[in-house]
């Protein structure tokens, strides 16, 4: 596995994480939060057997630049698509998680022409299955972090130094099996690049987005998405009416669900997610 640093007209630097050969079809793995292109350390080597893929950090994720604005989906797709257009990449399989699901809910409506398929995977999509108001029950813990994320500056004070209770209390309510699916190394990789400056600011940027990504895809799910959608969910996920949600929005949409894993499949079920991925992919070329 190869550690490229790519940087685009737009004046992003990205960070990426490369394996297998660039003459078959490409894969685009794209992480959330608290998260980076590291989620994918466990299915990258799977998939590089067969295909040419690419781990990117988003733009103020990980090890890529940290942009002082432009978090909204349009303008992250469009970031992305840059990227694809300087890689001379020619129908990719997007594949999304959390985050990654929303920039890849938008990037299949502004450029399909990039896309062989898209794969997105347990999301709270903003305008699909995250509404705007948030129901106070004895499920909204799961999104109290839509709220808090948002507001200023508030965050980076209260989390600073504290960047391994955060990840910690996320992989530990979140995932199923979470002792088994991180390592203390994997935890202590992500609190370095949580910790690194302007990073925490970075990946809240999105949450602060939000209410434009709303706006950007109410229009838009007036059309549906051309190219064929794979939509996964865990069993004990954040998303678990992601199909569902997703069925009405789409040509072709297809999904199944990971038995025992909660929100964190690309480590907590790495095999059974990479078969589905593959499997989907067959069945495009």
């Known amino acids: 596995m190869r550690e490229r640093?790519?940087?685009?007209k737009d004046n992003i630097t990205w960070h990426v994480y490369e394996d297998g050969k660039e003459q078959v079809t490409t894969i685009l793995l794209i992480a959330g939060f608290p998260q980076s292109a590291y989620a994918w350390r466990k299915i990258l080597p799977i998939l590089a057997k067969k295909y040419h893929v690419l781990a990117i950090d988003l733009p103020g994720q990980g090890y890529s630049s940290v942009p002082r604005s432009g978090y909204d989906t349009k303008t992250t797709a469009q970031r992305i698509h840059e990227l694809v257009v300087q890689l001379e990449l020619k129908k990719i399989l997007y594949v999304g998680h959390d985050v990654g699901s929303w920039i890849g809910y938008t990037y299949?409506?502004?450029?399909?022409?990039?896309l062989l398929g898209i794969t997105l995977i347990d999301a709270n999509i903003p305008g699909v299955t995250l509404k705007k108001q948030i129901p106070l029950d004895t499920e909204s813990w799961r999104s109290w972090h839509f709220l808090f994320n948002?507001?200023?500056?508030?965050?980076?004070?209260l989390l600073r130094d504290k960047e391994r209770v955060l990840i910690e209390w996320f992989f530990s309510n979140k995932?199923?099996?979470?002792?088994?699916?991180?390592?203390k190394e994997d935890i202590d990789e992500y609190v370095q690049e949580y910790r690194q400056l302007g990073v925490m600011r970075g990946m809240l940027g999105y949450y602060r987005a939000v209410l434009d990504d709303f706006k950007i895809n109410e229009p838009l799910g007036s059309q549906k998405i051309?190219?064929?959608?794979?939509?996964?969910?865990?069993?004990?996920?954040?998303s678990r009416d992601?199909?569902?949600?997703?069925?009405?929005?789409?040509?072709?949409?297809?999904?199944?669900m990971i038995k025992g894993s909660g929100h964190y499949i690309p480590e907590e079920k790495p095999d059974e997610l990479t078969a589905q991925i593959i499997?989907?992919?067959k069945s495009l070329i």
């Not at 299949?108 to 990039?114: C, E, I, K, Q, V």
């Not at 995932?175 to 390592?183: E, G, I, P, Q």
């Not at 992601?242 to 199944?256: D, I, R």
């Open 242 to 256: 992601l199909l569902e949600k997703l069925k009405v929005l789409g040509e072709k949409v297809t999904g199944t």
């Open 108 to 114: 299949a409506h502004l450029f399909p022409d990039d």
């Open 226 to 238: 051309a190219v064929p959608i794979l939509a996964i969910n865990g069993e004990f996920g954040s």
């Open 279 to 281: 499997e989907f992919i």
């Open 175 to 183: 995932a199923h099996n979470w002792r088994s699916a991180f390592t």
């Open 150 to 157: 948002v507001i200023p500056d508030l965050p980076e004070e």
């Open 5 to 8: 640093f790519i940087s685009t």
